[in-house]
C-alpha cells in the first residue's frame, strides 16, 4: 500500500473516531480499525487490463441534486445492502467486490448466490451496520440503500469518510429497479452492461403491458414473514410486489384494505379482502414456514382463491426482492393472472 493510500485510512479512521466516540484505543490511534474477519488482511489487486470506459472518469454521478465525484473506476467495491450487491455482481466480476451483505448467500433470498461467495469480505448488513467496520475493507466506492434506519445513519457517517458513496432511496417500483441499476452502472463504469439489462427489462415489461391491456382485473393479495419468526405479514405499497401486481393486470388487495404500508396479517383480514389470488412468499424455497400456521385455520379453506386454486407460491427473491429478474417475475404473474392473453 502507498503511503498516500495509508495516509488516507489513517486520516479517515480518526474522523469517524471522533464522530462515533469509538474505543479509546481506536481513538489514539487513528489507524487500528476493528477486524471484519479476513478482510483487513485480504488486498483485491486491479482487474489487468482496461475498458473504453474506464476512460471516462474521473466522472460525477448525480444523485437527487448532490455530486458525487468518482475518482478512478472503482476496483474495491462496497455493497452494503442486498439490492445493491445483486446489481453489482450484474455488472462486475467478483474480484472487483471488497465486501457483501451475508444475506447474497441464501438463495431463497438472492440470485448471484455463487458470485458472492467469492467476495472476500461479508458483513451482517441493513439493519446492523457498522461505518467503521465498512472502512476496514478499504473500499474505493461505497453503494446501499437508505431503507432502514440503520442505513441511514450508517450513510450519514460514512458520507464524512471521503470515499465516494452511491445512496439508493428506493426499489419499490420496476421503474426505480432499472434506474438504480442505470446509477450504479455508471458509478462503475459498466454503462453499456447495465443499459443491457434495463432494456431487457423494459422489453419484458412492454410485451406484458401490451398483452394485459383492457383486461379485467383481479385482486391480488401478498402474504409473506419479513424474516425467520415474524410471523405472516400482509405486504403493502411500498415493496417491489406492489408494483408488480399492478404492471401485471392485477388490483392489489392492500389497497381496498386501506393498507399504507406493511402490516400483521390477521385472518380475519384475509376474508374480508376474499383476493382472487393469493401470492405467498417461501423465505426458505419449498416452504412457508409462518405461513403455514394460518393455512390450518378454518377460515383459509373459505377464500375464493383457495377454492379455486389460485394460490401461488414465490421465493422472497422472486417477489420481495428488487433485482433484474423481477421482470420475469412479472411476466410469470401476468400469465397466471391472463393465461388467455398470452
Not at 458472492?116 to 457498522?130: F, W
Not at 410486489?241 to 390477521?266: E, M, P, Q
Amino acid at each position: 500500500m502507498s503511503k498516500s493510500s495509508s495516509a488516507r485510512i489513517m486520516k479517515t479512521s480518526c474522523a469517524l473516531g471522533t464522530v462515533l466516540l469509538l474505543s479509546a484505543a481506536l481513538a489514539s490511534g487513528c489507524g487500528t480499525a476493528k477486524d471484519p474477519g479476513n478482510a483487513a488482511t485480504t488486498v483485491l489487486q486491479p482487474l489487468s487490463g482496461s475498458s473504453p470506459q474506464a476512460e471516462l472518469f474521473p466522472r460525477t454521478i448525480d444523485m437527487e441534486g448532490q455530486a458525487i465525484m468518482i475518482p478512478s473506476k472503482p476496483q474495491r467495491i462496497a455493497a452494503l445492502s442486498l439490492d445493491a450487491a445483486e446489481a453489482a455482481l450484474e455488472l462486475v466480476d467478483p474480484g472487483r467486490m471488497a465486501v457483501v451483505p451475508k444475506s447474497i448467500g441464501d438463495p431463497s433470498l438472492a440470485y448471484r448466490t455463487a458470485e458472492g461467495a467469492q467476495v472476500p469480505g461479508k458483513i451482517a448488513g441493513a439493519t446492523s451496520l457498522d461505518p467503521e467496520q465498512i472502512l476496514a475493507y478499504q473500499a474505493d466506492l461505497l453503494l446501499m440503500t437508505k431503507l432502514h434506519d440503520k442505513e441511514r445513519e450508517a450513510n450519514e457517517l460514512l458520507l464524512k469518510s471521503g470515499i465516494p458513496i452511491i445512496s439508493l432511496e428506493s426499489w419499490s417500483t420496476l421503474h426505480a429497479v432499472m434506474n438504480n441499476i442505470g446509477v450504479i452502472g455508471k458509478s462503475l463504469g459498466e454503462d453499456d452492461k447495465a443499459k443491457s439489462i434495463t432494456d431487457e427489462m423494459r422489453r419484458k415489461q412492454d410485451q406484458v403491458t401490451k398483452a394485459v391491456e383492457g383486461a379485467v382485473k383481479p385482486t391480488v393479495l401478498v402474504i409473506s414473514p419479513l424474516g425467520p419468526g415474524t410471523g405472516p405479514y400482509l405486504i403493502g405499497p411500498s415493496n417491489i410486489s406492489y408494483d408488480l401486481v399492478r404492471l401485471a393486470g392485477g388490483n392489489h388487495a392492500a389497497d381496498s384494505l386501506g393498507l399504507k404500508r406493511t402490516t400483521k396479517a390477521t385472518m380475519e383480514q384475509i376474508i374480508k379482502a376474499d383476493p382472487d389470488y393469493l401470492l405467498l412468499v417461501e423465505w426458505q424455497e419449498g416452504k412457508l414456514g409462518d405461513i403455514e400456521e394460518m393455512l390450518q385455520t378454518p377460515g383459509w379453506s373459505t377464500l375464493q382463491a383457495v377454492q379455486h386454486d389460485r394460490v401461488l407460491r414465490m421465493p422472497a427473491r422472486k417477489l420481495l426482492n428488487p433485482n433484474r429478474y423481477n421482470a420475469d417475475t412479472l411476466q410469470e404473474i401476468a400469465k397466471r393472472l391472463h393465461p388467455d392473453k398470452f
